[in-house]
């Protein structure tokens, strides 16, 4: 007769016996150690213990002192726009501190995320050298968690701790790399190989013409519930005035009375950098259509005019963004606004000097559509 009672004694016993045999205390060891080596290399490093009070001392260290950012858009798998405001703000504000960009070494997991970034934007990740920080040398500031406004406290520029970490996320604004402009653009400036490509996406006889540049972001942007995307009425009233292809023919071309001056390039998903590439070498105006669009930004901040930069007013859409925006902080000086509720701040060719923008037949329009999150 089957006794539960008992069977249920001795398996215990045998576990009892198990747990504190060699055999079970190394297969235990081995197991803690293995997820814990499974989670240092999984998750970013932890800057919460690295102190936070720092303070102005006027007695200026002659040792090197460096800056590093968590690097949250590339930890994160951000798009390029993202990327490219976050390492190109580490860099200015390091300009503007004195100090030199630093990727933290110790972090595994960015360190992972870093061969990715090497690969797509080889040139930029180059001005950023990897190595250790100490934490007892290390001091920590706790930056705004808005993602577009710049904040640069006096503070930081007489801290003399050997390492500073600027914990915040994004660093939207071109004012942290505004000393840094021509230099950027250097930096980006296409190789000939990639000119040569660049030539095979307009025909000869458009060379000439001027070339208006509509950036189309829809995608996540219409479902993620924070974003706004491109919106037909205002794009199509502002082209008038001035993957989703089969959605930009439909919605904007065959309604626009302009369609037959206007072309659409579709960049390939895996070359985000073309678009940016034709956007320097050819783009003479651009009109970003949604307003919170990074992607959309970098076209505009590397066209060839930077007077003839356009972008939707964020304020006219519900796009959560502008909750967390300065728009003098993220959107330069010389660009120009539009909204749908401010008719005269459309592209109207009387306001715009010695009326350049005027559709004739000199005029070409380019749609520069984002297929993907970038």
């Known amino acids: 007769m089957f006794h539960f009672k008992t069977h249920f004694q001795k398996i215990v016993r045998n576990q009892m016996h198990c747990v504190w045999s060699p055999r079970c205390l190394y297969i235990s060891a081995v197991t803690i150690l293995i997820i814990t080596v499974v989670l240092w290399c999984i998750l970013p490093y932890n800057y919460s213990n690295i102190m936070t009070t720092t303070h102005c001392d006027t007695n200026t260290r002659s040792q090197e002192k460096y800056l590093l950012f968590p690097m949250f858009t590339i930890i994160s798998g951000s798009g390029l726009g993202n990327q490219l405001f976050e390492i190109f703000s580490l860099l200015g504000m390091a300009q503007k501190l004195n100090r030199t960009a630093i990727f ?4 595994w997991f960015l360190n992972f ?39 640069l406290p006096p503070i930081l520029s007489c801290e003399q701790s050997q390492f500073l ?15 840094m402009e021509s230099t950027i653009r250097e930096w980006l400036t296409p190789d000939d190989e990639v000119r040569q490509y660049l030539g095979t996406m307009i025909k000869q006889e458009d060379m000439k013409r001027h070339k208006i540049c509509v950036h189309i972001r829809r995608g996540d942007f219409v479902t993620d519930g924070q974003h706004a995307g491109t919106e037909k009425e205002f794009t199509k009233n502002a082209i008038d005035f001035f ?15 302009y369609q037959n001056e206007i072309r659409i390039m579709p960049t390939p998903q895996d070359q985000p950098f073309k678009d940016l590439h034709f956007s320097q070498v050819y783009c003479d105006t651009v009109l970003i259509t949604a307003p919170s669009s990074t992607f959309g930004w970098w076209i ?50 009387s306001t ?19 297929l993907i999150a970038r």
């Open 352 to 370: 715009l000097p010695s009326a350049q923008l005027q559709y004739t037949h000199l005029s070409l329009l380019i749609v520069i559509q984002t």
């Open 113 to 151: 995320r870093l061969k990715t970034v090497h690969k797509k934007i080889p040139k930029i990740a180059e001005q950023v050298v990897t190595m250790d920080i100490e934490p007892s040398k290390t001091m920590r500031f706790i930056n705004p968690p808005a993602c577009c406004e710049y904040s």
């Open 300 to 349: 505009g901040y590397l066209s060839k005019n930077q007077k003839n930069v356009y972008y939707r007013d964020i304020r006219d859409v519900e796009d959560s963004v502008k909750y967390q925006m300065i728009d003098d902080d993220f959107y330069p000086r010389s660009w120009r606004k539009m909204g749908m509720t401010h008719p005269r701040s459309y592209l109207d060719p």
């Open 165 to 179: 970490v600027v914990d915040g996320r994004f660093f939207q604004s071109y004012k942290y790399f505004s000393s």
């Open 104 to 107: 933290n070494k110790r972090d």
């Open 243 to 257: 993957n989703e292809q089969k959605w930009v023919r439909k919605e904007i071309v065959s309604q626009s009375k």
